[in-house]
């Protein structure tokens, strides 16, 4: 499992120099985590400090570069309804290209079938696993083959 775990946090740093994405750590003082964009260029600011324990960075991480990937950045005093456009566009992103459908399948055809089971595989909080989970479910209208159902 950290063998996963660290493919994946490689992956997202591959996807931060595929996209000239520039990364910096430093307290930005309101949140743990923000993307700035300027003139096409983006940029993610994390603060380490909030973060307990390495599978909230990889998910802050991967939601910022969701940010980058689509474009979907805002002012600060943004409506409310553009924000939260905007945020589910980057956890969207983030899902289809950190958790995608096939290798949670894959995970959960290994015996992999509860949330925390996968959150430890993958290296992502239990609840991140969970918002993923009904994204393909609820959102996307994947259903996912658990081992005792061929049988």
């Not at 430093?26 to 324990?53: K, N, Q, R, V, W």
């Not at 992103?93 to 992999?112: I, T």
Request: charged share 30%.
């Amino acid at each position: 499992q950290i063998r996963e775990a660290c493919e994946l946090l490689s992956k997202m740093y591959r996807d931060i120099r595929q996209r000239g994405i520039r990364l910096f750590v430093h307290s930005i003082g309101f949140t743990d985590a923000a993307t700035l964009e300027m003139g096409g260029e983006h940029a993610i600011f994390l603060d380490f400090t909030p973060f307990s324990d390495v599978s909230q960075y990889r998910e802050a991480l991967g939601h910022e570069i969701g940010h980058c990937a689509t474009g979907c950045t805002h002012a600060v005093a943004s409506p409310w309804d553009l924000v939260e456009k905007h945020e589910y566009k980057a956890d969207r992103w983030a899902f289809e290209h950190y958790l995608p459908p096939e290798e949670l399948q894959a995970a959960m055809d290994a015996g992999l079938t509860e949330p925390w089971q996968l959150a430890e595989w993958y290296g992502f909080p239990e609840q991140y696993v969970r918002r993923a989970l009904e994204y393909w479910t609820q959102r996307r209208g994947i259903r996912f083959r658990r081992r005792e159902d061929e049988e």
